[in-house]
């Protein structure tokens, strides 16, 4: 375990034992075959940037503990203001850019941030919406452009190359970032990750991944990415808009992969399901990865096998479970995926999340929509029985800032101790070898009568079907009953009628005592996703809309 005071010190560390090495590379311009260019920076560079920037906003005001809403595009100045961030003690405020404009401004004012800091497109937003109005002092612009005031982020260097202030040293319990949850199952919360937090996980990921200094890494969703300088690897920034990660050019992927050799990639599950089928359809290899980390949702095992097939054999694709309040949590590879859980999940086991990420720990208790005060009041269930995912470890999160009503429903005390657990919000179990399952979102679940019906290992019984891409359970309310209705999406290329598929559905569900009693069934273009992640289907609105359907 590392022995670091603050997240920034691992950044230290790598440049003074690496310092020329690179750190980022960051796409400058489109070539005429429409992959980008590069501009690198060392370690070095990076070290240097942090320090100047920790000391340029201390110089102007800010102190530690200063909440700041951070909105810059990943980059260099990203990873720089990050970690400077981070070195000063000051507390950035991370929400996806793409989140939409109304939920952006309800983080901003939950988080009550006191500086804002973003390029002039975010500025400008601010302005006519109101972003952080009443309680944001301080304005930094990452570009030139500033007739609001306030500092550029090269004048805060400048300030910093000048200053010999030092950075006090943090310790292990001082807030470090607030992240805001994707917001797929309700309204996104501010999750307050203290150092330690951070600090574990950098030793867990690199642990459960045997991650090496020197790799080379192309995440395709920025926080992911931070981890990186923290981890030794270099970074390669795509060329795609990470809110859109469904739609990214999978062609200009696999050339920047092939060009820098990355031999690590992570990516959403919707992500690897546009480049897997790419890599298919053109015979595309990708010599050099070695591994590949998926997040967000549970990866299909059809687009495990479609990345796989284009990898080394040695390479392994590996899917952590966990969430923005707590991560890793557990992992699975490919080899168990494709070779083990694969004909259980297709039979309605659920998803195999693996096995827990050492020192965590789990248990699944009984389900209850209610608060539990203390851990006392839990009722454990044995292997086998569905229930609610619970997690205590070194990552676990303790509350969600200005929140106190989320953080009792999510949150068990521990008598007097000072680290709580929490719950997932998510249902599963342990199978008899000690592996861990995940069978859906316990909101998601759906009590028809006597009985209760699991979404994901519903879905994935029918998701066998060639014609099917995916399926989602959702409750309508037929006559004064809530009944079960699956909503369908097909694949894209499938010609054949809706009626026909449908009693072939029909026929698969009769063979399974779980979905044996789904009589209704209905098509939909194109399921509603989560913007952070375009992974977790949005079954709240799919519900909405089957309400609407003739049955």
């Known amino acids: 375990m590392t022995t670091y005071r603050n997240i920034a010190d691992s950044l230290a560390a790598q440049a003074k034992t690496r310092p020329d090495a690179n750190a980022i590379h960051v796409p400058v311009r489109r070539r005429g075959d429409g992959v980008p260019e590069y501009r690198s920076y060392t370690y070095a560079q990076l070290n240097q940037a942090t320090i100047e920037i920790a000391r340029g906003l201390l110089s102007v005001g800010m102190e530690p503990g200063t909440r700041v809403a951070v909105m810059v595009r990943p980059s260099f100045e990203l990873f720089a203001l990050t970690f400077g961030l981070f070195r000063a003690g000051i507390v950035p405020v991370l929400v996806d850019p793409g989140i939409g404009i109304k939920r952006m401004g309800a983080c901003l004012k939950q988080a009550k941030v006191e500086a ?72 996104p919360k501010g999750v307050v990750y203290r150092v330690r937090h951070f600090l574990s996980q950098i030793d867990m990921i690199r642990d459960a991944y045997d991650i090496q200094p020197g790799e080379v890494d192309l995440p395709t969703f920025p926080l992911f990415a931070l981890f990186d300088p923290a981890l030794g690897m270099t970074t390669v920034v795509p060329l795609m808009d990470p809110t859109k990660p469904a739609k990214a050019n999978p062609r200009i992927l696999a050339a920047t992969m092939e060009a820098f050799q990355v031999t690590n990639m992570f990516g959403s599950p919707a992500l690897l399901n546009t480049l897997g089928r790419y890599l298919n359809d053109s015979q595309t290899r990708l010599e050099s990865v070695q591994r590949v980390i998926s997040a967000g949702a549970a990866v299909p095992p059809m687009t495990v096998e479609r990345v796989m097939a284009a990898l080394p054999s040695s390479a392994r694709l590996h899917t952590p479970y966990g969430a923005t309040e707590c991560l890793p949590v557990a992992t699975v590879d490919s080899e168990t995926i494709l070779h083990e859980s694969r004909p259980l999940t297709e039979s309605g086991a659920g998803v195999c999340v693996g096995r827990v990420v050492s020192p965590n720990e789990v248990h699944i208790i009984a389900i209850t929509d209610d608060p539990i005060a203390d ?15 619970t ?24 008598g007097e101790e000072s680290w709580r657990t929490h719950r997932m919000g998510d249902l599963g179990y342990f199978d008899d070898l000690g592996k861990l399952w995940f069978c859906g979102r316990k909101a998601h679940r759906i009590v028809s009568g006597e009985k209760t019906y699991f979404t ?24 004064d009953v809530i009944r079960p209705v699956l ?3 097909l694949e894209k290329n499938t010609l054949h009628e809706w009626p026909r598929i449908v009693e072939e559905l029909k026929a698969i569900g009769a063979t399974h005592d779980i979905t044996r009693d789904i009589e209704h069934f209905l098509r939909h273009g194109d399921f509603p996703v989560d913007i952070r992640h375009n992974a977790k289907i949005g079954r709240e609105a799919l519900a909405q809309w089957a309400q609407g359907q003739r049955l």
């Open 116 to 187: 804002f800091i973003g390029i002039p497109a975010a500025h400008i937003a601010r302005l006519c919406l109101g972003w952080g109005r009443g309680t944001v002092k301080r304005l930094i612009t990452v570009g030139r452009f500033r007739l609001w005031g306030g500092h550029t982020l090269e004048q805060i260097r400048t300030l910093g190359r000048a200053s010999t202030t030092p950075c006090a040293p943090c310790e292990l319990d001082d807030p470090a970032a607030i992240l805001f949850t994707s917001g797929s199952t309700g309204p």
């Open 375 to 389: 851990w006392g009041d839990v009722e454990i269930l044995e292997p086998g029985q569905i229930g609610e995912i």
């Open 391 to 414: 997690v205590r470890g070194p990552t676990t999160t303790q509350r969600y800032y200005d929140l106190e009503g989320a953080t009792a429903l999510a949150k068990i005390q521990h």
């Open 456 to 479: 994901v290992p519903v879905e994935a019984i029918f998701n066998v079907h060639t014609d099917v891409f995916r399926t989602a359970l959702v409750p309508v309310c037929i006559g």
């Open 487 to 489: 909503c369908v999406e």
